[in-house]
T-cell receptor, first 113, second 111 residues
Framework: KAGVTQTPRYLIKTRGQQVTLSCSPI?????VSWYQQTPGQGLQFLFE???????NKGNFPGRFSGRQFSNSRSEMNVSTLELGDSALYLC????????????FGEGSRLTVL | GQQLNQSPQSMFIQEGEDVSMNCTSS?????WLWYKQDPGEGPVLLIA?????ELTSNGRLTAQFGITRKDSFLNISASIPSDVGIYFC???????????FGTGTRLKVLA
C-alpha cells in the first residue's frame, strides 16, 4: 500500500514569508503528527491530529499551526519565517490508538534565506 | 526540546561486527519504537516494543524493552555496509499520543 506522502519535498523561502506543507497519510490511518528535524535539536514534536482534532501540541511558537481534513490529509503552516525554521519537516501517520506504530514520510526540506 | 538519551552518539565498526545501542528515559514508557534514517529520507520503522522485558527480532536486528520501562536496547548482528545510517529510538508515555525521540546513533561500517 502507498506510504506517507509529503509535498513539496524541497522549498526555499525568505524571512518573513509563510509556508504550507502537505501530508497524505497511509490509507486507513486517522492520526497525523508532525516533527521538525534539525542537526542541533534532533526530532522535535510539533503537533498531532486525529479525526480533524488536535490532540497534542509541542513547544513551538504560535507561528506553527496545522490542520487535518476529513480525509485525514493534513497541512502545517509556518508564518513569518525565521532563519531558524530551516529544517526537515516530517509527517508521520498511524491508526491513532495509544501505542501505535508511526510511519514517516520522506519529509519536506525547508530552507529559509 | 525534550529528547531521550541515546548512546553511543556515533560508532565506527568493521563489517561483520555486532552493534549495540540504547536509549534511556527519566519517564516510564509504554511503547518503544526503533527507526533507521538514511540521508535525505524519512525514518523507517525497524521494530516496535509494547511490553516490559519484551525481546523482538527483525532479521539481524534485535530490540528489547527494558524491565524498568525506562530504557530500550537495539542490537545489530553481523553488520553490513547497508547498515550505515542514523538509528533513533522513540518512546511513548502512558496516556499520551506523542512520541519523544532519542538523539540518534550514527553508525558507520568499514568494509
Amino acid at each position: 500500500k502507498a506510504g506517507v506522502t509529503q509535498t513539496p519535498r524541497y522549498l526555499i523561502k525568505t524571512r518573513g514569508q509563510q509556508v504550507t506543507l502537505s501530508c497524505s497519510p497511509i490509507s486507513g490511518h486517522r492520526s497525523v503528527s508532525w516533527y521538525q528535524q534539525t542537526p542541533g535539536q534532533g526530532l522535535q514534536f510539533l503537533f498531532e491530529y486525529f479525526s480533524e482534532t488536535q490532540r497534542n501540541k509541542g513547544n513551538f511558537p504560535g507561528r506553527f499551526s496545522g490542520r487535518q481534513f476529513s480525509n485525514s490529509r493534513s497541512e502545517m503552516n509556518v508564518s513569518t519565517l525565521e532563519l531558524g525554521d530551516s529544517a526537515l519537516y516530517l509527517c508521520a501517520s498511524s491508526f491513532g490508538q495509544v501505542a501505535g506504530e508511526l510511519f514517516f514520510g520522506e519529509g519536506s526540506r525547508l530552507t529559509v534565506l | 526540546g525534550q529528547q531521550l538519551n541515546q548512546s553511543p552518539q556515533s560508532m565506527f565498526i568493521q563489517e561483520g561486527e555486532d552493534v549495540s545501542m540504547n536509549c534511556t528515559s527519566s519517564s516510564i514508557f509504554n511503547t518503544w519504537l526503533w527507526y533507521k534514517q538514511d540521508p535525505g529520507e524519512g525514518p523507517v520503522l525497524l521494530i516496535a516494543l509494547y511490553k516490559a522485558g519484551e525481546l523482538t527480532s527483525n532479521g539481524r536486528l534485535t530490540a528489547q524493552f527494558g524491565i524498568t520501562r525506562k530504557d530500550s536496547f537495539l542490537n545489530i548482528s553481523a553488520s553490513i555496509p547497508s547498515d550505515v545510517g542514523i538509528y533513533f529510538c522513540a518512546g511513548q508515555a502512558s496516556g499520551t499520543y506523542k512520541y519523544i525521540f532519542g538523539t540518534g546513533t550514527r553508525l558507520k561500517v568499514l568494509a
